[in-house]
C-alpha cells in the first residue's frame, strides 16, 4: 500500500501529452498516465489487523493539513542521472505548499507507524515517477527533457491510501485500488 496525492486530471493528461510522443526512444517501462502519483508514504506490508487504525490516523492526520497549489514541473532520477532506474518528474510549490507537503508526507508516515505499519525508511523525496529503468541506465537526457517541462497547476486537496497489486504476465503491471480517501482541511 501507499498514502499519496493524485494529479489533477489536466496535470495527467498534459504531462501525459508531453511524454507520448517521446516514449518510443527509450525501452523504459512507463508508468501509465492513471497511475501517477505523488508518494507520501510506502507501506510495504499492511497487517489486516491494522488497516482500522492506519485509516482511522491517516483521516485524522491529513484533515488537519490545508490544500495547496503544485505543478509537474523539472525532472529527477533515482538514486542518480548516470545510473537511474527511475525517471521521473519534480514537483514545482510555493514555500508554504512545499512545507505543507513535506509535514503531510512526516504526519502520513507517523500515523502509519503509530497504527502498528511499517513504513519504507526511504527519505522523502516528492517527485512523479514516469518511467522505470529495469536496470541502472545514463538517463541524464531524459532529466534535461522533463527539466524543459513546465505542466499546468492543480490543488492538491484530497490524499488516498491505495493498494498496489503486482501484476501478471511479462510486463507485470500493477494493478491500483483506491481503500481510501480524505480531504485535505481547512484552507483547502
Do not use: I, N
Request: glycine letters at 12%; hydrophobic letters at 45%; proline letters at 7%.
Amino acid at each position: 500500500m501507499f498514502v499519496a496525492l493524485l494529479p489533477g486530471q489536466q496535470a495527467v493528461e498534459h504531462l501525459d501529452a508531453f511524454l507520448e510522443p517521446r516514449r518510443a526512444a527509450a525501452g523504459f517501462r512507463w508508468t501509465l498516465p492513471e497511475h501517477l502519483h505523488v508518494t507520501l508514504a510506502f507501506l510495504p506490508e499492511v497487517p489486516e489487523r491494522s488497516l482500522d487504525a492506519l485509516v482511522e490516523g491517516l483521516g485524522v492526520t491529513v484533515g488537519r493539513k490545508p490544500g495547496f497549489e503544485v505543478r509537474l514541473a523539472g525532472g529527477v532520477a533515482f538514486p542518480h542521472p548516470a545510473g537511474a532506474k527511475v525517471v521521473a518528474a519534480g514537483l514545482a510549490l510555493d514555500d508554504a505548499g512545499a512545507s505543507t507537503l513535506a509535514a503531510l508526507a512526516r504526519d502520513c508516515r507517523g500515523a502509519a507507524a503509530h497504527a502498528g505499519v511499517a513504513v519504507d525508511g526511504a527519505r522523502f523525496r516528492p517527485h512523479v515517477t514516469v518511467a522505470r529503468t529495469g536496470r541502472p541506465t545514463e538517463v541524464t537526457s531524459w532529466v534535461r527533457l522533463l527539466d524543459a517541462y513546465d505542466g499546468p497547476a492543480w490543488r492538491a486537496d484530497e490524499v488516498h491510501l491505495v493498494e498496489s497489486h503486482l501484476g501478471e504476465g511479462p510486463r507485470r503491471r500493477p494493478r491500483y485500488e483506491v481503500v481510501a480517501g480524505w480531504s485535505l482541511g481547512p484552507g483547502s
